[in-house]
């Protein structure tokens, strides 16, 4: 599906993906800094990812999202990046309407993580509630 406001397109397509873009991307986060590229890959392909693209700038990435979901009970959605240049626009709202009535996701529960995005997230109807993690070989990862 495509979805397109402005000079933003809205991508569910996987081949338009920019690896690149995404690994420097994820580079800046607290949740990903350190991420093989491999498993960036791995990641994006093993799930609905979602590419903001700039048509005014040639199509170049300038957000992404992912969602890993069964698509009829539960939607995680993970690696949610906006451009710094797009923020406070409106940009990352419509991306995650656009995400969140994407048809393999709207009836799903959807569930996220954040750090620091809680009242981005709370806009958009999502609920704070307690989650359990269980990280096989490991305590805690840095990021969380």
Not at 56 to 62: K, L
Not at 130 to 144: I, K
Request: aromatic share 12%.
């Amino acid at each position: 599906m495509e979805w397109e406001e402005d000079s933003i397109l809205i991508s569910d397509d996987p081949a338009r993906l920019d690896f690149n873009a995404i690994e420097a991307a994820l580079r800046t986060t607290y949740w990903a800094n350190d991420r093989p590229r491999d498993v960036i890959e791995a990641a994006f392909r093993n799930s609905l990812p979602f590419g903001l693209y700039d048509q005014s700038a040639g199509g170049r990435q300038v957000g992404f999202a992912r969602v890993v979901t069964d698509k009829v009970n539960f939607s995680w959605i993970a690696d949610v990046w906006l451009d710094p240049g797009l923020r406070r626009r409106g940009v990352g709202t419509w991306m995650m309407r656009c995400i969140l009535e994407h048809p393999d996701v709207v009836r799903t529960r959807q569930t996220l993580a954040t750090r620091d995005a809680h009242a981005f997230y709370e806009n958009l109807g999502f609920l704070r509630r307690e989650v359990l993690r269980r990280y096989p070989g490991a305590a805690e990862p840095p990021g969380f």
